[in-house]
Protein backbone atom coordinates (compact mmCIF):
# COMPACT_ATOMS: atom_id res chain seq x y z
CA UNK A 1 0.00 0.00 0.00
CA UNK A 2 0.87 3.34 -0.97
CA UNK A 3 1.21 6.15 2.19
CA UNK A 4 -0.11 8.59 -0.68
CA UNK A 5 -3.66 8.88 -1.23
CA UNK A 6 -4.84 6.15 -3.49
CA UNK A 7 -4.99 7.16 -7.32
CA UNK A 8 -8.50 7.40 -7.48
CA UNK A 9 -9.47 8.24 -3.94
CA UNK A 10 -9.62 12.28 -3.44
CA UNK A 11 -10.45 13.91 -0.64
CA UNK A 12 -13.80 15.49 -1.03
CA UNK A 13 -13.72 18.17 1.26
CA UNK A 14 -9.88 19.67 0.44
CA UNK A 15 -8.15 21.71 2.92
CA UNK A 16 -9.29 25.41 2.71
CA UNK A 17 -9.46 27.49 5.17
CA UNK A 18 -13.19 27.90 5.67
CA UNK A 19 -12.91 23.70 5.62
CA UNK A 20 -10.64 23.36 8.25
CA UNK A 21 -11.96 26.59 10.30
CA UNK A 22 -15.19 24.71 10.25
CA UNK A 23 -13.80 21.26 11.10
CA UNK A 24 -11.80 23.36 13.63
CA UNK A 25 -15.04 23.86 16.06
CA UNK A 26 -15.49 19.82 16.78
CA UNK A 27 -15.02 19.04 20.23
CA UNK A 28 -13.91 15.24 21.76
CA UNK A 29 -17.39 15.85 24.13
CA UNK A 30 -19.17 16.19 21.04
CA UNK A 31 -17.67 13.83 18.42
CA UNK A 32 -15.95 10.96 20.47
CA UNK A 33 -19.22 11.09 23.50
CA UNK A 34 -19.80 7.29 22.45
CA UNK A 35 -16.17 6.40 23.28
CA UNK A 36 -15.35 8.82 26.20
CA UNK A 37 -16.45 6.39 28.93
CA UNK A 38 -14.31 4.01 28.15
CA UNK A 39 -11.15 5.78 28.11
CA UNK A 40 -8.73 5.94 31.15
CA UNK A 41 -5.86 8.09 31.96
CA UNK A 42 -2.97 7.07 31.28
CA UNK A 43 -4.14 5.11 27.68
CA UNK A 44 -2.71 5.43 24.09
CA UNK A 45 -4.66 6.14 21.63
CA UNK A 46 -4.12 7.14 18.07
CA UNK A 47 -6.36 9.48 16.05
CA UNK A 48 -6.41 8.63 12.52
CA UNK A 49 -7.36 11.41 9.68
CA UNK A 50 -7.10 13.67 12.39
CA UNK A 51 -7.43 17.53 10.69
CA UNK A 52 -6.82 20.48 12.66
CA UNK A 53 -6.43 18.38 15.84
CA UNK A 54 -9.69 19.94 17.67
CA UNK A 55 -10.52 16.57 19.31
CA UNK A 56 -7.16 15.04 19.42
CA UNK A 57 -6.68 17.79 21.68
CA UNK A 58 -9.62 16.71 23.93
CA UNK A 59 -8.54 13.13 24.47
CA UNK A 60 -5.37 14.13 24.99
CA UNK A 61 -6.17 16.28 27.86
CA UNK A 62 -8.17 13.72 28.90
CA UNK A 63 -5.79 10.00 28.89
CA UNK A 64 -2.97 12.19 30.28
CA UNK A 65 -0.15 11.26 31.04
CA UNK A 66 -0.77 8.85 28.23
CA UNK A 67 0.89 9.41 24.65
CA UNK A 68 -1.78 10.41 22.06
CA UNK A 69 -0.96 10.56 18.14
CA UNK A 70 -3.27 12.45 15.25
CA UNK A 71 -1.66 11.74 11.88
CA UNK A 72 -3.45 13.00 8.77
CA UNK A 73 -2.11 13.32 4.81
CA UNK A 74 -2.21 16.62 5.04
CA UNK A 75 0.41 19.02 6.26
CA UNK A 76 -1.93 22.09 6.01
CA UNK A 77 -4.08 20.37 8.65
CA UNK A 78 -1.22 19.68 10.62
CA UNK A 79 0.13 22.81 11.17
CA UNK A 80 -2.80 24.23 12.49
CA UNK A 81 -2.95 21.19 15.10
CA UNK A 82 0.92 21.43 16.03
CA UNK A 83 -0.05 25.17 16.71
CA UNK A 84 -2.86 24.58 18.68
CA UNK A 85 -1.10 21.94 20.71
CA UNK A 86 2.26 24.31 21.60
CA UNK A 87 0.10 26.85 22.68
CA UNK A 88 -1.72 24.72 25.48
CA UNK A 89 1.51 22.89 26.44
CA UNK A 90 -0.32 19.15 25.53
CA UNK A 91 3.57 17.12 25.87
CA UNK A 92 1.40 14.03 25.41
CA UNK A 93 0.49 14.99 22.23
CA UNK A 94 2.04 15.01 18.90
CA UNK A 95 1.25 14.67 15.21
CA UNK A 96 2.41 13.30 12.48
CA UNK A 97 1.53 13.28 8.37
CA UNK A 98 0.56 9.71 7.29
CA UNK A 99 -1.51 7.31 5.50
CA UNK A 100 -3.97 5.06 7.59
CA UNK A 101 -3.32 2.89 4.59
CA UNK A 102 0.16 2.22 5.78
CA UNK A 103 1.27 3.46 9.62
CA UNK A 104 4.50 3.28 10.39
CA UNK A 105 3.37 1.63 13.85
CA UNK A 106 4.47 -1.32 15.52
CA UNK A 107 1.72 -4.15 15.79
CA UNK A 108 -0.40 -3.66 18.87
CA UNK A 109 1.53 -0.41 20.14
CA UNK A 110 -2.01 1.58 21.50
CA UNK A 111 -4.86 0.86 23.41
CA UNK A 112 -7.19 2.53 21.30
CA UNK A 113 -7.62 3.93 17.59
CA UNK A 114 -10.20 6.53 16.32
CA UNK A 115 -11.34 7.91 13.29
CA UNK A 116 -13.67 10.44 13.23
CA UNK A 117 -15.58 11.15 9.71
CA UNK A 118 -12.31 9.60 7.71
CA UNK A 119 -13.68 6.44 6.68
CA UNK A 120 -15.82 7.76 4.22
CA UNK A 121 -13.39 9.55 1.92
CA UNK A 122 -11.58 6.32 1.37
CA UNK A 123 -11.70 4.09 -1.26
CA UNK A 124 -10.44 1.03 0.11
CA UNK A 125 -12.17 1.16 3.33
CA UNK A 126 -12.10 -2.82 4.76
CA UNK A 127 -7.67 -2.22 4.72
CA UNK A 128 -7.70 0.96 6.35
CA UNK A 129 -9.52 -0.82 9.52
CA UNK A 130 -7.20 -3.70 9.00
CA UNK A 131 -4.08 -1.43 9.31
CA UNK A 132 -5.86 0.51 12.09
CA UNK A 133 -7.10 -2.55 14.38
CA UNK A 134 -2.91 -3.80 13.24
CA UNK A 135 -1.72 -1.27 15.64
CA UNK A 136 -4.10 -2.02 18.37
CA UNK A 137 -3.05 -4.23 21.15
CA UNK A 138 -5.46 -7.39 21.13
CA UNK A 139 -8.69 -6.51 23.55
CA UNK A 140 -8.09 -2.60 22.08
CA UNK A 141 -10.60 -0.81 21.40
CA UNK A 142 -11.43 0.91 17.76
CA UNK A 143 -14.37 3.51 17.55
CA UNK A 144 -15.01 5.53 13.70
CA UNK A 145 -17.74 7.86 13.43
CA UNK A 146 -19.05 8.73 10.08
CA UNK A 147 -21.99 11.07 8.95
CA UNK A 148 -24.72 9.22 6.62
CA UNK A 149 -25.55 12.00 3.61
CA UNK A 150 -28.49 9.97 2.76
CA UNK A 151 -30.24 11.37 6.17
CA UNK A 152 -29.93 14.89 5.46
CA UNK A 153 -33.46 16.58 6.10
CA UNK A 154 -33.63 20.55 5.48
CA UNK A 155 -36.39 22.89 6.10
CA UNK A 156 -37.20 25.18 4.37
CA UNK A 157 -36.95 23.18 0.72
CA UNK A 158 -35.24 24.92 -1.85
CA UNK A 159 -34.57 23.32 -5.39
CA UNK A 160 -30.65 24.55 -5.48
CA UNK A 161 -29.71 22.83 -2.04
CA UNK A 162 -31.49 19.65 -3.52
CA UNK A 163 -29.53 20.11 -6.38
CA UNK A 164 -26.48 20.66 -3.74
CA UNK A 165 -27.36 17.13 -2.10
CA UNK A 166 -27.52 15.27 -5.90
CA UNK A 167 -24.13 16.70 -6.96
CA UNK A 168 -22.14 16.37 -3.60
CA UNK A 169 -23.51 12.74 -3.71
CA UNK A 170 -22.31 12.49 -7.41
CA UNK A 171 -18.43 13.94 -6.91
CA UNK A 172 -18.25 12.29 -3.56
CA UNK A 173 -18.71 8.55 -5.05
CA UNK A 174 -16.35 9.91 -8.32
CA UNK A 175 -13.91 11.09 -5.67
CA UNK A 176 -13.74 7.60 -4.55
CA UNK A 177 -15.56 8.06 -0.74
CA UNK A 178 -19.13 6.86 0.18
CA UNK A 179 -20.91 9.55 1.49
CA UNK A 180 -23.20 7.18 3.17
CA UNK A 181 -20.68 5.58 5.35
CA UNK A 182 -23.07 5.54 8.39
CA UNK A 183 -25.21 2.84 7.56
CA UNK A 184 -22.23 0.53 6.20
CA UNK A 185 -20.36 0.84 9.79
CA UNK A 186 -21.94 -2.13 10.84
CA UNK A 187 -20.94 -4.05 8.10
CA UNK A 188 -17.43 -3.11 8.13
CA UNK A 189 -17.01 -3.99 11.68
CA UNK A 190 -19.18 -7.03 10.88
CA UNK A 191 -16.37 -8.31 8.44
CA UNK A 192 -13.47 -7.31 10.26
CA UNK A 193 -11.51 -8.90 13.07
CA UNK A 194 -14.01 -6.93 16.24
CA UNK A 195 -15.67 -8.09 18.46
CA UNK A 196 -18.22 -6.70 20.98
CA UNK A 197 -19.32 -4.57 18.11
CA UNK A 198 -21.96 -1.73 19.33
CA UNK A 199 -23.58 1.06 17.02
CA UNK A 200 -25.02 3.92 18.42
CA UNK A 201 -25.91 7.26 16.16
CA UNK A 202 -26.16 10.90 17.10
CA UNK A 203 -27.81 13.54 15.00
CA UNK A 204 -26.43 17.26 14.36
CA UNK A 205 -29.42 19.69 14.35
CA UNK A 206 -28.79 23.28 13.30
CA UNK A 207 -32.49 25.18 14.48
CA UNK A 208 -31.36 28.11 16.07
CA UNK A 209 -30.32 31.38 14.69
CA UNK A 210 -26.54 31.08 14.98
CA UNK A 211 -26.36 27.76 13.64
CA UNK A 212 -28.14 28.14 10.58
CA UNK A 213 -26.55 30.95 9.96
CA UNK A 214 -23.21 29.62 10.50
CA UNK A 215 -23.63 26.57 8.86
CA UNK A 216 -25.21 28.06 5.62
CA UNK A 217 -22.41 30.66 5.57
CA UNK A 218 -19.89 27.91 6.07
CA UNK A 219 -21.48 25.70 3.13
CA UNK A 220 -21.87 28.78 1.17
CA UNK A 221 -18.02 29.85 1.37
CA UNK A 222 -17.04 25.71 1.25
CA UNK A 223 -18.71 25.82 -2.33
CA UNK A 224 -17.03 29.45 -3.50
CA UNK A 225 -13.62 28.58 -2.27
CA UNK A 226 -12.15 24.63 -1.77
CA UNK A 227 -12.64 21.61 -3.59
CA UNK A 228 -16.59 21.11 -2.74
CA UNK A 229 -17.22 23.45 -5.05
CA UNK A 230 -14.29 22.92 -7.87
CA UNK A 231 -14.38 19.45 -8.23
CA UNK A 232 -18.32 19.11 -9.56
CA UNK A 233 -17.55 21.68 -12.47
CA UNK A 234 -14.07 19.92 -13.23
CA UNK A 235 -16.20 16.58 -13.31
CA UNK A 236 -18.57 17.88 -15.37
CA UNK A 237 -21.63 17.45 -12.76
CA UNK A 238 -22.35 21.37 -12.21
CA UNK A 239 -21.25 24.49 -14.05
CA UNK A 240 -19.36 27.46 -12.10
CA UNK A 241 -22.73 29.15 -12.28
CA UNK A 242 -25.10 26.57 -10.87
CA UNK A 243 -22.34 26.60 -7.89
CA UNK A 244 -22.84 30.14 -7.18
CA UNK A 245 -26.69 29.72 -7.13
CA UNK A 246 -25.98 26.49 -4.40
CA UNK A 247 -23.98 28.83 -2.37
CA UNK A 248 -26.35 31.74 -2.51
CA UNK A 249 -28.96 29.01 -1.80
CA UNK A 250 -26.93 28.07 1.24
CA UNK A 251 -26.86 31.76 2.27
CA UNK A 252 -30.30 32.71 2.21
CA UNK A 253 -31.32 29.61 4.14
CA UNK A 254 -29.32 30.19 6.78
CA UNK A 255 -30.47 33.18 7.41
CA UNK A 256 -34.62 32.33 7.33
CA UNK A 257 -36.56 32.23 10.78
CA UNK A 258 -37.70 28.46 9.95
CA UNK A 259 -34.14 26.81 9.03
CA UNK A 260 -33.89 23.44 10.31
CA UNK A 261 -31.02 21.19 9.36
CA UNK A 262 -30.17 17.85 10.40
CA UNK A 263 -28.33 14.86 9.60
CA UNK A 264 -27.17 11.37 11.47
CA UNK A 265 -23.82 9.90 12.46
CA UNK A 266 -23.16 6.80 13.54
CA UNK A 267 -20.69 5.54 15.50
CA UNK A 268 -18.83 2.07 15.75
CA UNK A 269 -17.58 0.60 18.56
CA UNK A 270 -15.33 -2.69 19.49
CA UNK A 271 -12.75 -4.61 20.82
CA UNK A 272 -9.66 -5.94 18.60
CA UNK A 273 -10.13 -9.92 18.58
CA UNK A 274 -7.93 -10.86 21.45
C1 LIG B 1 -13.53 15.32 7.34
S1 LIG B 1 -11.86 15.45 7.86
C2 LIG B 1 -12.00 14.95 9.55
C3 LIG B 1 -10.94 15.56 10.42
C4 LIG B 1 -11.12 15.26 11.91
N1 LIG B 1 -11.09 13.85 12.20
C5 LIG B 1 -12.43 15.86 12.36
O1 LIG B 1 -13.42 15.16 12.48
O2 LIG B 1 -12.46 17.10 12.52
C6 LIG B 1 -11.10 14.00 7.12
C7 LIG B 1 -9.58 13.99 7.32
O3 LIG B 1 -9.07 12.73 6.82
C8 LIG B 1 -7.82 12.98 6.20
N2 LIG B 1 -7.51 11.86 5.32
C9 LIG B 1 -8.05 11.57 4.12
N3 LIG B 1 -7.49 10.46 3.61
C10 LIG B 1 -6.57 10.04 4.51
C11 LIG B 1 -5.66 8.95 4.56
N4 LIG B 1 -5.57 8.06 3.56
N5 LIG B 1 -4.87 8.82 5.65
C12 LIG B 1 -4.92 9.72 6.68
N6 LIG B 1 -5.77 10.79 6.66
C13 LIG B 1 -6.57 10.93 5.60
C14 LIG B 1 -8.02 14.31 5.50
O4 LIG B 1 -6.77 14.93 5.19
C15 LIG B 1 -8.86 15.08 6.51
O5 LIG B 1 -8.06 15.86 7.37
Request: a negative charge; proline letters at 5%.
Amino acid sequence: MTDQPLRHEKYTHGHAPATLQQHAQRTADEAAAFLLPHLRPGMRLLDVGCGPGSITRGLAERLAPGQVVGIDLSKEALDGARHDAAARGLANLQYEEGSVYRLRFADALFDVVYAHQVLQHLHERGSALREMLRVVRPGGLVAVRDVDWGTAAYWPRDPWIDRFVEVHHQTWYRNGGEPQMGRQLRSLFNASDVVDVRITAAAWCYTTPADTAAWGEAYADRLLTSPMGERPVEYGFATRAEIESMAAAFRAWGSHPDATWMFVHVEALGRKAA
